[in-house]
């Protein structure tokens, strides 16, 4: 009878085809929302030429999308999870098709921030929803490590394929293309949505914690914008220190807030399980550090060697098919590793290929050597990032998956923003470009140690 019922009960190990088409349809919309944040980076100077913003001001380009993307997050992961997140994802594949549209037709600075902000709230808004949707329609399993592991694969990917793209569109059309190329791809999931996912939701009735989502919101976008004017205007200068206190000040108060609130938008017994906890430190290890490296390789390819942002592109395609081929691999690891092994393991790879860069020099024979370590390392952080993406969702009921993939989401965002003006600080602090790229680079290589320490030491063998 034990037998039999573990047989019957059993996740299935094959997807059928309509899990496939789910799978298809979610990934899209993450591929999609992953490629926005940064298909605009190379483009940013002839952006600012364009419409008139000054050098000092190129900033806000990034910083209006990484704002609402990192504070709002962890809200309409919750949002998701009590009115529907098949809805949630609608909303946010609308409000990307708008602020694209009028980003690509923008006349003016104004009106071009604006379209970031509202791919930033898009991305806050559809992120999560995908990807709870992803968790519950998928058992914990096999079948949800799989589909894990493809998202993670085609999200990281997709940082460097905004790269690529943002390139290729710039040079043979034009920026607004990085823009406009989103509205008939978010047109589409719109569209087809409603006829392949069904809805999802908590099926409690718990009514959404106003104080808690104030308080958090507040503390996040506080924190964001004291990390991004600390990257610009300095860590002394006073709008970084005065939004860092705002942050540690409202976040203190959304942990206290949540310890009253008889509905928590996050509930204390679910942010200290161990491999929520530890789940999210490993991830945003992985983001920050990889996503920085992304930057440091972009200065080392534009500064020292003088290749253009099109070749450039190019170049770091090859990080893009690393972190691609561990997506891939990441759930046959974990399935014979476990989560913990694996995002350590991934870490260590990971850390190993970046200290290669450390013997990058001053002419284009060093390319090489760039190409191969970041395809492996790109490799490693995949895999560290699809185990971190299944431990810090499991073991957790439907419910909470909003929740928790708000959580990942959110850690995700917090870590790219964060990585890219800790490096570029320390960078530009030497006098020598290539000087500032290698002492960057060994921080990069003492923080993915330092994670891997961490996880390894206090994730509980599963």
């Known amino acids: 009878m034990t037998a039999l019922t573990t047989a019957v009960t059993a996740p299935p190990e094959r997807m ?36 008139g913003f000054g050098l000092d001001q190129l900033q806000w380009i990034a910083t209006a999308f990484a704002l609402p993307a990192a504070g709002f997050t962890l809200l309409f992961g919750r949002v998701a999870d009590l009115s529907g997140r098949r809805r949630m994802l609608l909303v946010g594949m609308a409000l990307l098709a708008a602020g694209s549209l009028v980003g ?28 709870s949707l992803l968790t519950t329609s998928f058992p914990e399993g096999p079948l949800r490590t799989r589909a894990l592991g493809l998202s993670g694969a085609l999200m990281s990917a997709g940082f460097t394929v905004g790269a690529i793209l943002g390139g290729v569109l710039t040079d043979l059309l034009s920026w607004r ?57 300095g860590w002394g200068s006073p709008a970084a220190l005065g939004s860092l206190a705002a942050a540690a000040v409202l976040l203190t108060a959304f942990i206290l807030v949540e310890r009253r609130s008889p509905a928590p938008l996050a509930p204390l017994n679910v942010l200290t399980r161990r491999t929520v906890t530890w789940g999210n430190v490993g991830g945003f290890v992985a983001f920050a550090t990889e ?30 098919a690393g972190t ?9 690891l974990m399935g014979r590793l476990g989560g913990r092994a694996t995002l350590v393991s991934g870490l260590v790879l990971q850390a190993v290929a970046t200290a290669a860069l450390l013997g ?17 390392g790109g490799f490693g952080n995949l895999v560290a990032i699809v185990a971190f993406m299944g431990i810090a969702t499991s073991g957790l009921p439907d419910r909470e998956q909003g929740l928790a993939t708000g959580l990942a989401t959110m850690t995700q965002q917090v870590a790219i923003t964060l990585g890219i003006p800790v490096m570029s600080a320390v960078a530009t602090a030497n006098a020598s470009v ?29």
């Open 16 to 51: 059928s085809s309509r899990n496939k088409l789910v799978l298809t349809l979610l990934l899209g919309a993450q591929f999609m929302l992953a490629i926005d944040f940064s298909i605009l980076n190379v483009a940013m100077p002839i952006v600012g030429r364009g419409l």
């Open 104 to 131: 690509g037709l923008a006349t003016s600075p104004a009106m071009l921030l604006t379209g970031r902000v509202l791919q930033g709230l898009a991305t806050a808004i559809a992120t999560p929803a995908a990807l």
């Open 177 to 233: 293309w990085a823009f406009l190329v989103n509205v008939p791809v978010a047109v589409l999931i719109f569209a087809v949505t409603p006829a392949v996912v069904a809805e999802s939701r908590s099926r409690d009735r718990a009514r959404l914690d106003v104080p808690g989502a104030v308080t958090v919101t507040g503390g996040l976008l506080a924190l964001v914008y004291g990390i991004t004017s600390a990257g610009s205007a």
């Open 291 to 320: 996503t920085s490296l992304v930057f440091l390789m972009t200065l080392y390819l534009q500064k020292v060697l003088g290749f253009s942002p099109l070749a450039t592109g190019l170049a770091l395609g090859v990080l893009g």
């Open 324 to 332: 691609f081929a561990g997506g891939v691999a990441a759930p046959r």
């Open 360 to 376: 990058l020099g001053d002419s284009r024979g060093a390319l090489g050597l760039l190409l191969a370590a970041t395809a492996i």
């Open 434 to 462: 290539l000087g500032g790229i290698h002492t960057a680079t060994a921080v990069n290589v003492a923080l993915v140690l330092a994670g891997a320490a961490l996880a390894g030491s206090f994730l509980r063998r599963s």
